[in-house]
């Protein structure tokens, strides 16, 4: 008995070991292209097609100047503070309707909110290249073709699977506390905000995440909907792209770099949450 319970052990010692291997070589595999990036970013641009996997050595390292040069060739910050409200805005917009558009559909039980309920989820599966001429025709016929505009279209874009985590987790929520609620006195929009919306933050900030880090990193939308001179930060990047294929490796990678740091800061420090989040919303109910 002793010595199968100790086979056991061992297997499962050795299977532990096993995947954290398979596992570590996997996260080195995904990390080793933004250490490229950084580390190319600190070379001169004649030395990063040459020599891309060296490390900066005296010849090669140029301190800063890519950096320098980068933001002075796209006007960096101006697109940072375009990609920033649009992110911050849309994030917000999509959070706050899709989870009221939820727990509506959640509550009343109807054939239209069920309905409603497909079409969300189907919208889901369609990829954006089968409606993305159509609607930039119709961005452009109703004057959406700004900043502003862009808020309402990646609400559009991010609504399907919003509501489709948000309504998975509604169900979770004991009506008994919605109903207690009203006995109080709350209505409505009072049992959504102090009761049913704080109890729906593990998946809020799950959606904040996903759609954050979508908006942030959009080039095709953004491309085709705003004019060239509000441009946001992954189109200002591509203007490093110059006629018969030149390309300023050096700024692009700096530019890159100074992209791709408040994303990963905004994950790291919210992606305890994501799992949770998503559990929560796709499995429950």
């Known amino acids: 008995m002793k010595n199968s319970e100790n086979q056991k052990m061992e297997v499962s010692k050795t299977t532990g070991a ?13 990390l080793y292209p933004i250490a490229l990036v950084l580390m190319n970013s600190f070379k001169s641009k004649l030395f990063i097609s040459d020599a891309p996997f060296q490390l900066p050595a005296e010849g090669t390292y140029v301190g800063l100047t890519n950096y320098i040069e980068g933001v002075r060739k796209t006007g960096f910050f101006p697109a940072f503070g375009r990609s920033l409200f649009i992110t911050v805005a849309s994030v917000a917009v999509i959070v706050l309707f899709t989870s009221m558009t939820a727990w509506f559909i959640t509550r009343v039980k109807s054939v239209f909110t069920s309905l409603l309920y497909y079409v969300f989820v189907f919208a889901m599966i369609v990829p954006f290249q089968m ?36 309504c998975g987790f509604v169900k979770a929520i004991p009506l008994e506390i919605e109903e207690a609620a009203m006995i109080d006195g709350c209505s409505p929009l009072q049992t959504y905000t102090h009761v049913v919306f704080p109890m729906l933050k593990p998946t809020a ?8 880090m979508w908006i942030w990193n959009d080039y095709l939308l953004p491309s085709l909907i705003l004019p060239q001179e509000e441009g946001t930060i992954p189109m200002v990047i591509q203007n490093l792209k110059g006629g018969y294929g030149s390309i300023d490796m050096g700024a692009m990678m700096a530019m890159l770099v100074l992209a791709i740091v408040p994303i990963i800061i905004f994950y790291l420090s919210c992606q305890k949450h994501i799992i949770k989040g998503v559990a929560a919303g796709a499995v429950k109910g």
Do not use: C, E, R
Request: hydrophobic share 60%; proline share 0%.
């Open 18 to 30: 096993v995947l954290t291997v398979i596992l570590t070589i996997l996260s080195l595999t995904f």
């Open 205 to 212: 900030i799950t959606v904040a995440i996903l759609n954050a």
């Open 131 to 166: 409606v993305m001429f159509t609607m930039s025709k119709t961005a452009n016929d109703l004057s959406l073709n700004s900043i502003y505009g862009m808020i309402l279209l990646y609400l559009g874009f991010g609504a399907g699977q919003a509501v489709f985590l948000f």
